[in-house]
């Protein structure tokens, strides 16, 4: 044996009374007074997820989860998503292909594969259970487990395909018996006696002592067995080829075709809580036995498939249905609908009639007038009689006589004999929809033009009505004898007083009126194109802008539980009279209404557009009928086959960066902007009208109305511990109330944190302090940058401009005292190029301030210009070469290496008569490389100077974190060597002394100008 684990699958968060819901109430079977035909079936397929269409086996387990083994995989379903299991994401399921699937006592399901061996989940982890001392095709069939069955002391009986069968208890496996035998099915009775279905019959075997056995008898011999059932009464029904057969203790009974048995074989069988045996078949659909009687559903009523080798019956009732092609619910529904599968002569309805007799007279489309009585369908077509085959208007006379309209005639049906009257008896051209009786005992119709009596067998015009009577839909008569017209141009109401008509300007919500309806109460409804209103007390009410209620209505009809019914655009409503009453006098804002559609059964929620008298009615017994375009629809509403099982609840986990947690508590990284958390209600009946409320404790305000959704989404949730709240409940509305819950914490940032906040008021301190101190020492620094440059312009000025100036002054004083012209010219000559000297210094001086070289230009193209304008002053040859792929330096690098560069420069052609001078700038990924190398005379570095040049060189490059080297010595030239670090390129480590710079340079342009 070797084993496998495998993270939790599903969590069922804190199912605080989950478990309970299926215990909080007994739900129905299905209705056996149905016809097979006649339930909800919905199917599933892979397109809706199933991993593969073949289903063999399902079990539902006490979470309330459906599983369904498949040829392509597990599957997990909860009515509406399928959580796949296989090989792919399961290391433990070796082989996809699922045969049989058991739940037992303790909670585990087993699992049965088809080369795989036995398999148990339990509390989400996968554990493989099969021998891997033999590879042989021998030893792999041992293992091809095709059934799983629960032995009375909790052991399982696993049958497999050619290894007989085997025990298995506390994890040991039992020696093989019956070894090279196929076992198809097995079960252990509550005697304790075990049946084994094989490929030649079924073996009733009783037990002499642990694993030894005595053949008690051999039933079917060389019949295919597929399946093995014991029913509530101790009988034993085999499911094989060839039939059902019954084993009642010496009794045995086969059903076959001759017995009316519907199909060649029996795959498997499943009893309901009221004793109903359902059978899958071979071929056949699925079987229903009631008594010795026997009717199927298949494909062609809409099943999926016709080869059924699973089944089983749900907590609430719904019979699930493995084919060979999908899977199928069979479920109860609120309505039963009559079609052409139970006899009708067409399933588009047009109109409805409960008769005197008990009777229900149905107008069709297409296949004449059906009357349905005591299950019975009898149909009267043209070949009865009739004009057409296209039925309108049905209407039932205080005679007992049955009156149907059609296309210009109107027909009496009395005592088995026709009466057609048209047009030359008085029948208007035009579809005639409406039929009634007056008081006095005269037909009235309508449709096209004004309404019309019969009198004297002729159909003459009714007197007392409104003129410009366009098209009537309907007509009724009150208690009182008054008729009420439903016409086009509003309801008017015929008394002996005379006429009333009301309309939009009355409060109707429509002028098209469809029909009426006098409650027990005696008020009026009417039905609108526009919604329903009420008359009463000769004031009318409009019920339009009440929600479902402001859509088209057809007919209305009243329960005893005060409740109107009505056949509208959107399927079937239920509102409450007590409700309706009360929105109309103000104190509700709404009224609840409840809409049947498909999922309760309908086969259709349209009725034909051609609105015909009456497409709804209540019958004697109080069940209400409704014509649709797929048979007509009843209800009985006294009936309460609500589903009493509040919904088991799982909240299966939470996503949350892209991640998903299903054990609590999950945790919620630090900075994750949203998660969502995923929840599920186990009601399989109809799962679409699951509602849910959540709450998120600590954060929500209130419970949150989620209806359908499944999931709930949270975004910017503050950092804490949160318990997510859950509440759901059934199609029919009851509660889970004690719900579930999940904890959820989501994490901060460690700025987020108390210990944060509480360090960092401290670095607050600190940091002031620090500040301080540091703004102080930068103001010093500042003052010292100011200073310095404060003395270089200083020194420039007292080297340049003084002595400049004082040999201007000299020269001119000799031109006063020297009385030679000649010497006076030179004196003036002199004079002039001491002023020009003097402006270029000065100038220069200015310049060494703000180089203008760099204002839009990078350090390469400064340097490059720069050499340039110097080179056409001298008698030199200034180079400028580049290394590397050139990138920006901050502005402050870039500025600090052209000024040395500058005086670099301007040193070796002013001091060292250099002829030539070459500027090399390398761009290195992590550094700047800056040489000036001339070949002038050159000079001692060791030597004392009184210059300034060397100093403000050294100065700068300290500035911007660059390392400056001199290489020079007398006659052999001179080489400045500057590197700076691209860190250190990023940014000035220094304040920028720019602004004072641009003071100093603007003093000394007014001293000049």
């Known amino acids: 044996m070797d084993c496998f684990r495998r993270p939790a699958v599903r969590v069922p968060g804190l199912l605080l009374g989950g478990l309970l819901g299926l215990q909080a109430g007994t739900a129905h079977a299905l209705d056996p007074s149905r016809r097979i035909t006649q339930y909800g079936l919905d199917v599933w397929l892979t397109r809706d997820g199933l991993p593969q269409n073949s289903v063999r086996a399902l079990v539902q387990t006490r979470d309330g989860y459906l599983w369904l083994g498949t040829w392509g995989g597990l599957a997990r379903f909860d009515g509406v998503r399928f959580a796949v299991f296989s090989g792919a994401n399961t290391p433990a399921l070796r082989d996809s292909r699922i045969t049989a699937l058991l739940e037992d006592a303790d909670g585990s399901l087993w699992i049965g594969t088809a080369a795989g061996g036995l398999i148990r989940l339990k509390d989400g982890a996968f554990e493989a259970y099969r021998s891997e001392a033999d590879t042989s095709y021998e030893e792999r069939s041992r293992w091809q487990i095709r059934s799983i069955a629960r032995g009375r002391d909790g052991a399982l009986w696993i049958g497999t395909s050619g290894g007989g069968f085997r025990r298995f208890k506390n994890g040991r496996f039992s020696r093989l018996l019956m070894d090279r035998h196929v076992v198809r099915a097995i079960l252990e009775d509550r005697s304790g006696r075990l049946w084994v279905a094989t490929s030649s019959g079924v073996l009733e075997m009783s037990w002499i002592e642990p694993e030894t056995f005595r053949i008690e008898r051999q039933l079917l011999p060389d019949h295919l067995v597929n399946g093995l059932y014991q029913d509530a009464a101790g009988d034993i029904w085999i499911a094989a080829r060839g039939g059902l057969t019954r084993v009642h203790g010496d009794r045995v009974t086969t059903f076959g075709q001759a017995q009316g048995f519907p199909a060649d074989a029996a795959l498997s069988i499943c009893a309901d809580r ?34 059924i080798p699973a089944l089983f019956e749900d907590a609430e009732g719904s019979l699930w249905i493995g084919s060979n092609d999908g899977l199928n619910q069979l479920r109860d529904t609120r309505f039963t609908v009559v079609t052409a599968r139970e006899g009708l002569t067409a399933d588009a309805v047009t109109s409805v009639l409960p008769a005197a007799d008990g009777s229900l007279w149905i107008g069709t489309d297409g296949g004449g007038l059906n009357r349905l009585r005591d299950g019975q369908i009898a149909a009267f077509t043209t070949a009865n009689g009739l004009v057409s085959n296209y039925t309108g208007a049905l209407f039932e006379a205080s005679d007992g006589s049955v009156w149907t309209t059609g296309d210009g005639v109107v027909t009496r049906l009395a005592r088995g004999k026709l009466r057609v009257y048209s047009a030359a008896d008085g029948v208007p051209k035009g579809f005639v929809s409406a039929i009634a009786e007056d008081r006095d005992g005269h037909i009235v119709i309508g449709g096209e033009g004004p309404v019309r009596e019969l009198k004297a067998d002729r159909f003459v015009v009714y007197p007392g009505q409104p003129a410009g009577i366009e098209y009537c839909y309907s007509m009724s008569r009150d208690r009182a004898g008054d008729l009420w017209f439903a016409t086009t141009g509003g309801l008017v109401h015929i008394s002996r007083d005379g006429y009333r008509v009301y309309t939009t300007k009355d409060g109707l919500p429509d002028n098209g009126v469809h029909s009426v309806y006098q409650d027990a109460a005696g008020t009026v409804w009417i039905a609108t194109i526009g919604g329903l209103a009420r008359l009463r007390d000769g004031a009318v009410t409009s019920f ?50 409840a809409i049947y559609g498909l ?13 015909i008298q009456r497409p709804a009615c209540r019958s004697r017994d109080g069940r209400l009928w409704f014509a649709t375009t797929r048979g ?112 959820i914490h989501v994490l901060p940032y460690f700025y987020q944190t108390s210990w944060f906040r509480a360090s960092l008021a401290g670095l607050v301190v600190v940091v002031a302090i620090g500040l301080h101190r540091l703004r102080l020492r930068r ?60 402006l270029a210094e000065a100038r220069r001086s200015v310049w060494d301030l703000h180089p203008q070289y760099l204002d839009r230009h990078d350090l390469v193209s400064a340097l490059s210009r720069m050499a340039a304008e110097l080179g056409e002053a001298t008698n030199g040859r200034i180079r400028v070469r580049t290394a590397g792929a050139p990138y920006r330096l901050s502005s402050d690098v870039e500025r600090n290496l052209f000024r040395i560069a500058q005086e670099a420069v301007t040193n070796a052609i002013r001091h060292a008569a250099a002829r030539r001078v070459d500027i090399e700038v390398r761009f290195d990924p992590d550094r700047t490389h800056v040489a000036i190398a001339d070949d002038g005379r050159g000079f001692d570095p060791n030597a004392a100077h009184d210059g300034f040049g060397l100093t403000s060189m050294r100065e700068r490059a300290s500035q911007i974190g660059a390392a400056l080297s001199l290489e020079s010595g007398p006659s052999s030239g001179t080489r400045v060597t500057l590197v700076v670090p691209r860190v250190a390129s990023g940014g000035s480590r220094v304040p920028r002394i720019a602004a004072l710079a641009r003071a100093a340079r603007m003093r000394v342009r007014r001293l000049l100008s």
Do not use: C
């Open 632 to 743: 007509v629809a009843t209800i009985d509403p006294s009936v309460d086959r609500i589903n009493p099982i509040a919904p088991p609840i799982v909240v299966e986990g939470v996503v949350a960066g892209g991640r998903a947690e299903t054990r609590g508590p999950v945790r919620v990284a630090a900075g994750t902007n949203a998660f969502e958390v995923h929840y599920t209600a186990l009601s399989l009946r109809t799962p679409s009208r699951v509602r849910f409320t959540y709450l998120l404790e600590g954060l929500d305000a209130g419970w949150i109305d989620a209806g359908s959704r499944r999931a709930a989404y949270y975004s910017h949730v503050p950092p804490g511990r949160y318990r997510f709240r859950l509440r759901a409940a059934n199609s029919d509305g009851v509660w889970n109330d004690a719900g579930a819950a999940f904890d």
């Open 599 to 611: 999922a309760d059964g309908l086969k259709s929620t349209e009725y034909n557009g051609a609105y």
């Open 779 to 838: 103001l010093e620094r500042q003052f010292s940058l100011v200073m310095k440059e404060r003395n270089r312009i200083a020194r420039e000025i007292h080297d340049t401009l003084a002595q400049g100036l004082a040999g201007i002054g000299l020269h001119l004083s000799a031109i006063q005292d020297d009385p030679a012209a000649v010497t006076r010219e030179r004196h003036v000559e002199k004079a002039r190029q001491l002023v020009e000297t003097n």
């Open 274 to 307: 009221d004793g109903n045996l359902w059978i899958g078949t071979s071929g056949g659909g699925l079987v229903r036995m009631r008594g010795e009687r026997f009717d199927a559903l298949t494909a062609r009523d809409g099943l999926s498939n016709d080869v």
């Open 544 to 593: 339009a802008k009440a929600g479902s209620l402001g859509e088209i209505v057809f007919e209305i009809l009243e329960d005893n539980g005060r409740n109107l019914w009505l056949n509208g655009r959107q399927g079937i409503l239920r509102a409450s009279i007590a409700e309706l009453d009360a929105y109309a006098a103000g104190t509700r804002r709404d009224v609840p209404v």
